[in-house]
């Protein structure tokens, strides 16, 4: 499973690793650790050292209850840090945003991936992402982070996720996005409780099956801290299963905070996966 991005093509049949860098003042785990660039340059230099294949940059927080972000607020976070990335990494930056405008500065400064939570449904998203003529990466998200954890509620969660994926994949090729440059998130912790969280994880196979490469986002996430008790800095093991578990059920790309010991769990379920056709 190839996909084209504008400086490497990749094969996502090996399963790979996307670092996060939250470029945010309240993301939930590392709000405010990366705003100056000079330290957001360490850690990508860390995360690409360890293995990290796409960089995931984000200027606006989508954890629960989060603020709104001006325009003008996330390009002045992202586009520097875009900039810095591209001139000096041989790694596919990620555009973590729903905003049109930095989708289109973003891609013009090297970004090599659109990262949407919202799935391009804000208002002039899908010309963007046209225009931009890179891969894109849809998310589930019922509700808005604002409102998305306010009693989620789902007859049949896995089967809801695919329908909306699935008809979003449908609307975009519609409107001119290429189908061989979508990528799908079932989106863990947008808009679900635990058990909807679980039930997506554990047939993670049946979005594979819908014929796209699958993200999936899970590091630290309070579905972990619910299961474990544990508070998100001491996520890491939790994070490290659910990788593992996420891989092993056919995930092809896990965005993680921690990349190196993701790496090492995301080698050990490929190899368990390859056994089977031993």
């Known amino acids: ?66 603020a709104p972000v001006s325009e003008s607020d996330e390009l002045d976070r992202v586009c520097p840090v875009v900039e810095a990335v591209c001139r000096e990494f041989d790694v596919v930056v990620s555009l973590d945003t729903s905003t049109a405008s930095v989708m289109r500065e973003g891609v013009r400064l090297g970004a090599g991936l659109i990262n949407d939570v919202r799935a391009l449904e804000r208002p002039g998203a899908v010309e963007a992402a046209i225009e931009a003529g890179v891969p894109v990466c849809v998310m589930h998200m019922r509700g808005t982070p604002q409102t998305m954890q306010d009693d989620p509620r789902y007859k049949d969660p896995v089967q809801e ?57 899970i590091s630290r996430k309070s579905m972990l801290g619910m299961i474990t008790g544990k508070d998100v800095d001491q996520r890491l093991p939790a994070s490290l299963s659910a990788a593992a578990l996420a891989v092993y059920n056919g995930a092809h790309i896990i965005r993680a905070h921690d990349v190196a010991a993701t790496v090492d769990a995301v080698k050990v379920a490929v190899a368990v996966r390859k056994s089977r056709d031993l």
């Open 161 to 217: 996720v695919k329908d909306y994926l699935m008809g979003r994949v449908e609307s975009l090729v519609l409107q001119g996005v290429e189908r061989e440059r979508i990528i799908l998130d079932p989106g863990f912790g947008f808009g679900k409780t635990l058990e909807h969280n679980l039930r997506l994880l554990d047939q993670i196979e049946g979005f594979v099956d819908l014929g796209f490469p699958v993200l999936a986002g």
């Open 1 to 66: 499973m190839r996909v084209q991005f504008p400086r490497k093509t990749i094969d996502l049949s090996t399963p790979c690793v996307m670092g996060v860098l939250n470029v945010t003042p309240d993301s939930f785990s590392d709000g405010g650790c990366f705003n100056r660039l000079d330290a957001a340059l360490r850690q990508v230099e860390k995360m690409v050292s360890e293995g990290a294949v796409f960089i995931d940059v984000g200027g606006e927080s989508t954890r629960p209850g989060a």
